[in-house]
């Protein structure tokens, strides 16, 4: 599969087709029935382009946030609007959480730190908060179907490894999603897609992972110009446009 919207699109097509129900983590789906996850590495922007094109499919999924990255602020304004956008489409908002940010020795802390980001997140979009997925999970996590009290949790056993789990990490099907379904040999789907992958060409992964970075030179300087003022005074937008 292509990592193109059109591409995705046919995903959810071929997935209606199938006649698979759409689901979210805490639904209790027993027919055929597919969990769509996006994890939000880089982008709410992109995340928020997905969520429109699911709508139009009249698909639903949930979309996991990261509090601690430098990639986004889930406190700005823009953030806030862009996450209440996804959600008046009809998704839900998990929690993306990065392990790495803490000293996590234990279950304990575990569940510690992911129920304290959880409220956070929840506080702050004033929305229920009902699941938690890894960011680039450790063996820890992958190992210990961890529980949480109120929260469920995207890497235990129901949802790994009692479904069809397939995932396009680092911009790779380990295993092809089309085939996986057109199989006819799964009930159950879980298919995790990373937003940022998907555009309207097909290009390879340093072009995508460039325009990315070549985007934010422009995006600090608007956030420059929105906190100083006569910006262009000093330097001018054509000079950073590289
Ligand atoms: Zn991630």
Not at 21 to 50: N, P, T
Not at 87 to 95: A, F, Y
Request: charged share 30%.
């Amino acid at each position: 599969m292509e990592f193109t919207i059109d591409a995705y699109v046919n995903l959810l097509e071929l997935l209606k087709e199938r006649e698979f129900s759409f689901c979210f983590y805490e639904d209790e789906c027993d027919q055929k029935s597919v969990i769509l996850r996006h994890d939000v590495d880089f982008s709410i922007d992109k995340a928020l382009e997905i969520a429109k094109i699911e709508s139009r499919n009249g698909v639903k999924s949930t979309y996991f946030i990261l509090l601690s990255t430098n990639f986004y602020n889930v406190f700005s304004k823009q953030s806030y609007e862009k996450l209440h956008q996804i959600i008046d489409l009809g998704h839900e908002i998990g929690l993306h959480f990065d392990e790495t940010r803490y000293e996590i020795t234990t279950i304990g802390e575990m569940k510690q730190y992911v129920e304290k980001e959880a409220a956070i997140l929840e506080n702050l979009l004033n929305t229920k908060v009902r699941v938690v997925s890894m960011h680039r999970p450790s063996k820890f996590t992958l190992n210990n179907d961890i529980q949480f009290d109120q929260l469920i949790n995207s890497y235990s056993k129901k949802y790994f490894k009692e479904m069809k789990y397939v995932s396009d990490s680092r911009m790779h099907w380990r295993e092809d999603p089309m085939e996986a379904i057109e199989s006819n040999q799964y009930e159950k789907l879980h298919i995790l897609t990373h937003p940022f992958w998907y555009s309207t060409e097909n290009e390879a992964m340093d072009v995508k992972l460039l325009e990315f970075m070549k985007n934010a030179v422009t995006e600090r300087f608007d956030f420059i110009n929105d906190n100083f003022r006569d910006l262009e005074q000093v330097i001018s937008r054509k000079e950073i446009v590289i």
